[in-house]
């Protein structure tokens, strides 16, 4: 008989993402007949948070860093496992799951440079470690590419990273930031909250997103796009999954020792909306062809196909891609097709071969060798985050 296991899940759940992470843990731990789920959405407040009365009651204990001080002491005393969710930091004495903050900064300099923007600019909070470390991603990956972003971080006091009062002195702050940027320019916001606090400054600036802007957040927190009265092109984080990965480094632990591991996921995809979803290439044929490659990049598509859609020959298509992005027509639907069957591998839509045959590739053996030619990674890796293999 399996022995009764009773987690709990410590946060103010209040967050978009602390939320999912929460239903992550939830629907592991639904897996596991033996195992009890009990959320406890207490206020981080020291006198609401458990004590060790409560704490007698439980076997282990899933938080994120905000409780960490207090929970880890108790923890210790009773000798219970602890992970942490969301983890900025890596704990050598705990187990941590969380979200690689540099990747997610960046897949954003690359899908605003995948849309013509050749300024880039990154506005964040210099307050919280996630926050700095997608700004870094986005700087370096924005290097890479031969550029510079520009990077803007305030404190929380005068750029929240949630919702807050002090709107005029923010919106202040964001107008002279924007007003000092070269147009058309790229925006990463750290988060989505943040994203819609640039809109409404670009708004009462009377700047056009996205031809003068093109932003995009991350966390695909539905709440800022509703609020926002432009949809937020955002960069969507497998929340879900980091609970499940942590509510399994609770498992490890009991079976053997998880203590100091740290399980970082990759971002799952740019989910884009109309804050991003013109392409400023100067080039209209060549606006034209990208438009129809992202609208056809779900299935098999030839560079034959590229050019009779937009009325002309691949050797002055190709020329213009050449020119304007660097790179050939050929690579660059390739590319395009490898980054769609990647989402959609993150996704979990389906296995390797399915996901292949989804994406119009001929076999899933030359899928495979194509995919990791071209990422560095094989098709499986990145599908494995999702528990699927």
């Known amino acids: 008989m399996s022995v009764e296991r009773h987690i709990i899940f410590v946060d103010e759940l209040r967050r978009h993402s602390d939320r999912e992470v929460c239903l992550g843990a939830a629907e592991y731990a639904a897996e596991h007949p033996a195992w009890v789920f009990d959320p406890w959405p207490v206020s981080f407040d020291a006198e609401a948070m458990p004590t060790r009365s409560d704490m007698e009651l439980v076997s282990a204990v899933l938080t994120t860093e905000r409780a960490s001080r207090h929970l880890r002491r108790l923890c210790r005393k009773l000798r219970l496992p602890i992970v942490y969710c ?11 799951a969380g979200i690689d903050e540099r990747a997610v900064g960046a897949m954003a300099a690359e899908h605003l440079r995948g849309r013509g ?13 996630w926050s700095s470390r997608r700004g870094e991603g986005f700087g370096a990956a ?19 990273v949630f919702w807050s009062w002090n709107v005029a002195r923010r919106n202040r702050r964001l107008q002279q930031v924007l007003h000092s940027l070269p147009k058309p320019c790229g925006i990463f916001a750290a988060n989505d909250v943040i994203a819609c606090f640039i ?24 709440f800022p796009n509703a609020a926002a009265g432009l949809a937020i092109s955002s960069i969507e984080l497998p929340f879900r999954e980091v609970g499940r990965q942590a509510a399994r480094l609770l498992e490890e632990q009991w079976l053997a020792d998880a203590e100091g591991k ?21 080039d209209p044929l060549l606006r034209k062809a990208q438009a129809y490659v992202e609208s056809s990049r779900h299935q098999r598509l030839t560079v ?17 891609f050449q020119r304007e992005l660097d790179t050939t027509l050929h690579d660059y639907v390739r ?4 980054d769609f069957a990647a989402e959609r591998l993150r996704q979990g839509a389906g296995n390797v071969e399915e996901v292949a045959f989804q994406c119009g590739f001929s076999s899933a053996s030359y899928f495979s060798r194509l995919f990791k030619q071209v990422t560095g990674q094989r098709p499986g890796a990145v599908r494995r985050w999702r528990g699927h293999d």
């Open 117 to 129: 923007y050749r300024h880039f600019a990154f506005i964040g909070s210099s307050d919280f470690g």
């Open 335 to 338: 590319r395009r097709r490898l």
């Open 304 to 320: 034959q196909a590229v050019t009779r859609a937009v009325g002309t020959n691949r050797v002055t298509l190709g020329k213009r």
């Open 199 to 222: 809109l409404q400054a670009a708004r009462q600036s009377n700047c056009r997103v996205p031809e003068d802007f093109g932003l995009v957040g991350a966390d695909n927190d539905p």
């Open 262 to 282: 740290t399980v970082r996921l990759p971002p799952v995809r740019v989910v884009v909306r109309a804050s991003t979803d013109t392409f400023m290439t100067q």
């Open 86 to 96: 969301l983890a900025d930091e890596d704990h050598p004495d705990a187990a941590a």
């Open 142 to 160: 924005v290097k890479e590419m031969g550029g510079e972003a520009l990077t803007h971080l305030f404190d929380s006091e005068i750029l929240p």
